[in-house]
């Protein structure tokens, strides 16, 4: 029983641990998409505010 326990106490923490790396992943992936998005607003803000003063 004891080692079924630990086994079982084993595996969660492993459990944890992937879930963890996924959470990190995937912040790291939404925080990426939304600098690149705004570095593109951001890029055509500027050539139209350009464009507007030529």
Not at 1 to 19: L, V, W, Y
Not at 29 to 34: G, L, N
Request: aromatic fraction near 6%; glycine fraction near 12%; charge should be positive.
């Amino acid at each position: 029983m004891t080692d079924t326990g630990n086994a079982n106490k084993a595996r969660n923490r492993e459990i944890a641990r992937n879930e963890e790396v996924k959470q990190v992943t995937g912040s790291a992936r939404v925080s990426i998409w939304a600098i690149a998005m705004a570095v593109i607003v951001g890029g055509i803000l500027f050539t139209l505010g350009w464009l507007g003063l030529r």
